[in-house]
């Protein structure tokens, strides 16, 4: 056991020790990409980037793209206010959009966006499938079911509206954003941070209602393959 406990914790030294070590690059975005930086030339970065996998191939990174990098512990700002190419921000004022872009992709889950958009994309296939008493009654009806139902009526292409509705329409509500989402807590209030939050939330909320309101339907195709009459 002691053997055990000394071998992990000597891994976990070297691992963090590794982790230190590494050169990293911020995009403008709030991505970071970590691996081994080789060079910087007037419209790129160069480095050996390391992926989920454990593979390590090169790879280029546009500048116009990049706020900064870290080689060696030094960091080097590659951003620029420049009107000409559309940086109408402050190097501090990007930095701070930056830093907030990098918070909301770490820590914002838009977990309720995922379920309701779920909850209202099945909710649109099962309704979909609702035969009117109506319709059967009507002398042009021409079918199997002498009443009304769900599960009784061929789904149709209305609950495709439901994920671009909602992905477009959860672009629109603001929020605000709460302290336990804030990793950079000292920039509490700063405009620009809360404007990089927001920017990358709104892309999450959107993905999110589109991945949910797709996947309930599906759901709903599946229910009414199950249990249509």
Same mark, same amino acid.
């Given at each position: ?10 891994? +976990? ?7 230190? $070590?590494? &050169? ?14 080789? !060079? ?8 050996? $980037? ?15 793209? +990049? ?32 830093? !907030? ?13 995922? /379920?309701?958009?779920?909850?209202? !994309?099945?909710?649109?296939?099962? /309704? ?10 009507? $002398? ?28 477009? !329409? /959860? ?5 605000? +954003? ?13 405009? &620009? ?32 393959? +199950?249990?249509?009459?």
């Amino acid at each position: 056991m002691k053997v055990f406990l000394t071998t992990f914790l000597f891994t +976990v030294l070297v691992f963090n020790a590794y982790s230190q $070590e590494q &050169d990293s690059l911020i995009l403008l975005n709030g991505k970071v990409i970590r691996g081994e930086i080789k !060079g910087a030339d007037v419209d790129f970065i160069n480095l050996k $980037e390391l992926d989920k996998k454990g593979r390590v191939y090169d790879t280029k990174i546009e500048k116009y793209r +990049v706020f900064s990098y870290t080689q060696g512990g030094m960091e080097t700002v590659v951003y620029q206010q420049n009107d000409e190419f559309n940086n109408f921000l402050t190097v501090k004022e990007a930095k701070h959009v930056s830093l !907030g872009s990098y918070d909301a992709r770490q820590n914002f889950k838009p977990h309720f966006v995922f /379920w309701s958009s779920f909850a209202l !994309g099945l909710t649109a296939s099962i /309704w979909d499938t609702y035969l009117l008493q109506k319709s059967i009654d009507n $002398e042009a009806y021409i079918g199997p079911h002498t009443s009304g139902g769900f599960f009784k009526s061929k789904p149709s292409l209305f609950p495709v509206l439901a994920p671009v509705i909602l992905s477009v !329409g /959860w672009s629109f509500p603001s929020f605000k +954003v709460k302290e336990k989402d804030m990793i950079q807590k000292h920039l509490l209030n700063d405009v &620009d941070y809360y404007r990089g939050f927001h920017r990358i939330a709104k892309q999450k909320r959107m993905l999110g209602a589109l991945k949910g309101s797709v996947l309930g339907i599906a759901a709903g195709m599946v229910t009414y393959a +199950v249990f249509k009459p």
